[in-house]
């Protein structure tokens, strides 16, 4: 009997086991309704393109059959929540081919805004796209002009910014098979070549946070003469979604690059009914402003190192009934289990404090979180350290008890599931609250 019993106990632990790691066990959605817009990256407009997709399953890729978008670069999809792979080309740009980690998403609607390189034409003795038509130019003899050559000055930059950036380059001949490499720095972001015979060369050009860009040279013309060759990379994409629910006509996302000089312009996100979104530049950091009312926003400080984020701009209403008169809410993020802030909201802190240091008028309230890992009493005790932390920062510039108020939430009010661990992360947090000690 004991022996049967132990046969139903495993059986009833693998279903579970295999039950909780489904999608709908996880309340994630089955399929993704994907959404998108291809555009010119130095105009913004849309542009009719091909698109393709294939499930990122292992390295070697099934494409779809080409999706048309229409004239003005919209197409739409409908896919399971898995990882995929985007393939989209449009006449007169550089292909591109980017990931798109849907498994992620909580939600079933999705909206990526695609921006493309013009191809770069053929030109003498300068490196143009791979997939450039050469109108028969790669026949071209390729014998020595005895006492002639070409110097060029080869300079990788940003295709959106134009800033030089340091890069590696790869240049192959076609007609001796030698393979030379260079690399670039931003303190150096040039070299130069001398080349005396004619001859074509494949060229491979990679930056870090950079798509790799392929492309040809032809050394058609020994003229004795030196050129400059300007190679424009396209950065690696992220793509931000923004859900805000019930928005009205005071609603707004802003975003903006978060440099230590805070000079990146500010701007507002596209809106696609409850969706706002943008497509963001990998591994930078940004500051995203949340704004539901004139007495409401909120902050988020964060990398892009995945290929989507998304963020759900509901708020607790538990928490907005605690604060009479909000002005302002901010969002600092912890480390997995520690009471230390993560580098961009240790910024994010000391930009607070000068602004609460300078203002005398100003309160604080402090409201810790941390995500569902752990029982009760150790959260409740990790977001009270958490709590504790941050007042003593107040403290430490001078800033009295009297004005501070810290509460300890425990996993309280999350402001995303607790799924997977980039959701985990955004509820590792605190919330400060700053508001005029007139209208308390």
């Given at each position: ?321 605690s604060i009479v008169d909000e002005n302002k809410k901010t969002i600092l993020y912890f480390e997995l289990g520690d009471f230390r802030l993560k580098p961009e909201s240790q910024i994010l802190l000391k930009q607070i404090i000068a602004q609460a240091k300078s203002q005398n008028h100003l309160f604080i309230d402090i409201y810790a979180y941390t995500d569902n890992v752990g029982d009760y009493h150790t959260n409740m005790y990790l977001s009270e350290i958490r709590a504790m932390f941050i007042k003593n920062a107040f403290y430490a ?44």
């Amino acid at each position: 009997m004991s022996l049967i019993s132990s046969k139903f106990r495993l059986i009833f632990i693998c279903l579970f086991y295999l039950l909780s790691n489904t999608s709908w066990a996880q309340n994630t959605p089955q399929n993704i309704h994907i959404r998108g817009v291809s555009i010119d990256i130095s105009n913004n407009r849309g542009i009719k393109s091909n698109i393709y997709w294939s499930f990122a399953v292992n390295s070697s890729l099934v494409w779809s059959s080409a999706i048309s978008t229409d004239a003005d670069g919209k197409f739409e999809l409908l896919l399971k929540n898995k990882p995929i792979k985007l393939k989209i080309e449009a006449q007169g740009y550089n292909s591109i081919i980017i990931d798109l980690a849907l498994n992620i998403l909580t939600e079933p609607e999705f909206f990526c805004k695609i921006p493309l390189l013009k191809l770069t034409e053929h030109q003498t003795n300068k490196v143009f796209s791979q997939s450039t038509t050469k109108s028969g130019k790669t026949q071209k003899n390729l014998e020595k002009e005895l006492g002639r050559y070409a110097e060029i000055e080869f300079v990788a930059v940003n295709g959106l910014t134009n800033e030089p950036i340091g890069a590696i380059f790869k240049f192959v001949s076609t007609h001796s098979t030698k393979i030379e490499n260079y690399q670039t720095h931003i303190t150096k972001p040039s070299f130069n070549l001398k080349f005396t015979n004619n001859d074509i060369y494949a060229v491979e050009i990679s930056a870090p946070s950079f798509q790799t860009f392929l492309g040809n040279l032809i050394i058609d013309h020994l003229n004795n003469r030196s050129f400059k060759d300007t190679i424009y990379l396209a950065k690696e994409l992220a793509f931000l979604n923004v859900l805000v629910k019930n928005r009205d006509t005071q609603t707004g996302v802003f975003i903006s690059k978060n440099t230590s000089n805070n000079t990146s312009a500010i701007h507002k996100l596209s809106v696609n009914d409850n969706l706002y979104y943008e497509t963001l530049e990998k591994n930078e950091w940004y500051k995203l402003q949340i704004v539901r009312s004139i007495n409401d926003t909120v902050n988020h400080v964060f990398q892009a190192t995945e290929s989507i984020h998304t963020f759900d701009a509901e708020i607790s209403p538990q928490v907005i009934n605690s604060i009479v008169d909000e002005n302002k809410k901010t969002i600092l993020y912890f480390e997995l289990g520690d009471f230390r802030l993560k580098p961009e909201s240790q910024i994010l802190l000391k930009q607070i404090i000068a602004q609460a240091k300078s203002q005398n008028h100003l309160f604080i309230d402090i409201y810790a979180y941390t995500d569902n890992v752990g029982d009760y009493h150790t959260n409740m005790y990790l977001s009270e350290i958490r709590a504790m932390f941050i007042k003593n920062a107040f403290y430490a510039e001078g800033i009295t008890d009297k004005r501070i108020k810290c509460t300890a939430m425990g996993s309280k009010n999350p402001i995303t599931n607790n799924n997977d661990e980039l959701s985990r992360s955004q509820n590792r947090r605190v919330e400060i609250f700053i508001y005029n000690s007139q209208k308390k």
